[in-house]
């Protein structure tokens, strides 16, 4: 990669406001070092290919992909509002994808400028004069050759398009529904045969399909999607005589992650995240370019990472996440999420794991806490009171969306064992309530307040969640420093630390804190990886201190069973005036 497109992909990742030390230079990875920070339970680093709009995303994708502009023969034009032309066009190899205006709008100046920095020989429409119209064609092609990969419908543009690609016949071709879907497009990371659509209803070959199915000749037919995309049907029939598989999945998250596998089927440095809901993935459209990673999807602007991305960020754990588009498009908090899943899913049977806990918020230093766990790359959990998040829900959905663990604190921290059962079930239900309206899911976890508890409390249906270290951050509170040396000072392998995000002097010791626990070679992990297999009624310590509720435990996973009286001493947290008093003013 050339200086120019160093630089360029750095400001794009600069421009995302985060660090982002090896995501940008494909060729250049500082790769085995990034393995190895990701097999300790590092994130994956982040970066953004993004622009003003469309336009501008499209050009910097091509300005990354073809940093050097000798490497591009062509540069293809599709319409950006139905790119029902260019769907197949991710198998296209020699030039970049930009976008222009429809219904023979204005040539974007981002557009004409990065065709003068490809300087192509050719520039070539695909579609029709109704996708791009020859008016717009030879300004864009501004003397240069020009030329159409299109046809009278979306059928044979696809097929075109792979006469293009692949003139030499394919052992392989793919097969998506003829509607406007994202399959077709993730689908321009399989590289070994083009794509070819079937009907919009997905149930018939068209002749163009057929037509083109003929000359290329291969020996395998694979269906993108289920058979609501591609039914058995038209896969028999476009398969006439040869094999025929599926690359399916229940929705379409999950056909880009299993395109994804399928495309790289041992390892990737990289994933491409792009907005894939609705019709809203013409980022994802122009990623067919990008050769260097699989391009997996994500529900809206602002939603946690879907669970089939999350598998195979987790399976593949790439060094770098990458997002497409703007803020706008992708905010950074989903960009954080899949960073976060990409974390190598820590051994804590080998590895010296911790797992830290901040209780009684969210607070006004939540989001700054926030953006310490987000550059240290860190999980944490956090257990919620439910009137906090109806006062200030923001920072609870960030936290969720960013991949951090929410765990129920009740509604208003009464002590559960002054409580009814009824009443107890009120409190955490309430509090789930509340999480819900702003698309958090319910709760798994419960931490009650004062680590009080009782028979009731253990058959709420949750595993209860207390602590070995607690640096009484809420006592005082005492400076950051001394909670910091508090924290530093009693983890050991297995803790579960107990903090506060109310206090503004908890939330400017997680920096330190953080990196004390690196350099004392303990891995930061979730609770579900500190102790996985937690069952409702389970009184958790710390790993390998679990009491169980009516069965045995399962002592080569949870460790020993403990008698209660067994537990080290449990200080109080906080009266509920002190949390509601403190909240406020962060103190
Ligand atoms: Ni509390």
């Known amino acids: 990669m050339g200086k120019l497109g160093t630089l360029i992909a750095a400001f794009a990742l600069v421009a995302a406001g985060l660090s982002a030390p090896s995501a940008a230079a494909p060729g250049s990875p500082p790769e085995a070092q990034a393995e190895q920070l990701a097999a300790a339970g590092q994130a994956a680093s982040t970066g953004r290919i993004g622009g003003a709009d469309r336009y ?5 994708i091509s300005k990354y992909r073809y940093a050097d502009p000798a490497t591009a023969k062509v540069v293809y034009l599709t319409r950006s509002d139905t790119f029902a032309d260019a769907l197949t066009a991710g198998t296209l190899e020699d030039g970049p994808v930009l976008l222009v205006r429809p ?6 100046a981002v557009t004409a400028t990065e ?17 791009v119209c020859d008016k717009v064609l030879a300004q864009a092609a501004g003397g240069r050759a020009t030329g159409r990969l299109g046809g009278v419908d979306r059928f044979e543009s696809s097929a075109n398009i792979a006469r293009g690609a692949f003139s030499g016949g394919s052992a392989t071709v793919y097969l998506t529904k003829g509607e406007v879907t994202p399959d077709a497009v993730v689908g321009g990371s399989l590289r070994d045969g083009p794509i070819l659509l079937v009907s919009r209803d997905g149930r018939s070959v068209p002749a163009a ?16 999607g289920g058979p609501a995309s591609v039914s058995e049907a038209a896969l028999t029939a476009a398969g006439a005589g040869r094999t025929v598989s599926r690359v399916g999945g229940a929705n379409r998250y999950e056909v880009a992650a299993n395109i994804a596998k399928r495309a790289y089927p041992s390892r990737t440095s990289r994933a491409y995240i792009a907005r894939g809901d609705g019709n809203n993935f013409v980022d994802a459209v122009v990623s067919g370019m990008l050769k260097d990673g699989p391009v997996l999807l994500t529900p809206g602007t602002c939603e946690p990472v879907n669970s089939h991305t999350k598998a195979f960020l987790r399976a593949r754990h790439p060094s770098a996440v990458v997002a497409l588009g703007g803020t706008s498009t992708l905010c950074s908090s989903t960009l954080v999420g899949a960073s976060m899943a990409a974390r190598a899913k820590p051994d804590c049977a080998v590895l010296k794991c911790v ?21 240290k790359r ?23 969306v960013e991949g951090h663990t929410i765990g129920n604190h009740t509604w ?15 409190e955490v239900d309430v ?7 702003h698309g958090v899911k319910a709760t798994t976890l419960l931490r009650p307040p004062y680590g009080s508890y009782n028979t009731n409390t253990r058959n709420l249906g949750f595993p209860l969640i207390l602590w070995d270290v607690d640096p009484r951050d809420w006592d005082g509170p005492p400076s950051s420093a001394t909670t910091r040396q508090n924290v530093v000072s009693a983890a050991r392998n297995g803790s579960i630390i107990l903090m506060h995000d109310v206090h503004w002097n908890t939330v400017n010791a997680a920096p330190g804190i953080i990196d004390d626990l690196h350099s004392l070679g303990f891995t930061l992990v979730s609770l579900d990886e500190l102790v996985p297999g937690m069952k409702p009624g389970n009184v958790v310590y710390r790993r390998g201190s679990v009491t169980v509720q009516g069965v045995p435990a399962d002592s080569s996973e949870l460790g020993p069973v403990l008698d209660e009286s067994g537990v080290p001493g449990l200080a109080p947290d906080r009266s509920p005036q002190e949390i509601l008093q403190g909240a406020g003013n962060g103190g």
Request: glycine letters at 8%; aromatic letters at 4%; proline letters at 7%.
């Open 56 to 60: 501008a995303v499209a050009v910097n």
């Open 103 to 108: 219904e023979c709008g204005t040539l974007p």
């Open 115 to 131: 065709v003068a920095r490809i300087n192509p020989s050719r520039v070539i429409a695909l579609g029709g004069t109704t996708s």
């Open 209 to 224: 399909t057929a037509a083109v199915l003929a000359e290329l000749n291969p020996t395998n037919v694979v269906a993108l």
């Open 355 to 375: 797992a830290i806990t901040y209780d009684d918020g969210p607070g006004a230093g939540t989001p700054t806490l926030l953006n310490t766990l987000a550059s």
């Open 378 to 400: 860190v999980p944490a959990t956090f257990f919620v009171v439910g009137q906090m998040v109806d006062g200030n829900p923001a920072p609870t959905r960030r936290a969720y």
């Open 412 to 426: 208003d921290h009464k002590q559960l064992t002054t409580l009814t059962k009824a009443q107890q079930q009120w």
């Open 431 to 437: 509090t789930d309530n509340e999480l819900g309206q």
